[in-house]
């Protein structure tokens, strides 16, 4: 059974900093491409930063480029989603996902404040 974990939301004033992570199990992970996508109430669900398997490529959203970076541990079985200078429109769930040819797996999410 496919199953995301996410960790390491809370609240930050403007400027800060937060790390999340991913854990993952139930599948062989280093050939998986993973992703973070964020959501806030009202809107859909945008991505934010994606790793392939290989650490080979990864791209981030225009919006957080620069201030965001996305790393993964092949060993660990975990993808972490660095997030710098943050901002009161970072404010969102953040969701870990992946998929394969049987189906499209989310995490539960973990929220990001970004408040003064």
């Known amino acids: 059974q496919v199953q995301l974990v996410e960790s390491g939301g809370g609240s930050v004033q403007p400027g800060g900093s937060l790390r999340l992570s991913c854990a993952a199990s139930g599948i062989t992970f280093s050939t998986y491409t993973i992703a973070w996508y964020r959501q806030v109430p009202g809107k859909e669900r945008e991505l934010v930063a994606e790793?392939?398997?290989?650490?080979?490529?990864?791209t981030l959203a225009p919006s957080v480029a620069g201030r965001f970076t996305v790393t993964r541990d092949n060993t660990k079985y975990t993808v972490d989603l660095q997030m710098s200078s943050l901002r009161p429109e970072d404010t969102a769930v953040y969701y870990c996902y992946t998929r394969d040819g049987y189906g499209h797996y989310w995490g539960q999410g973990t929220r990001v404040t970004v408040s003064s």
């Open positions: 790793i392939n398997s290989f650490c080979i490529q990864t």
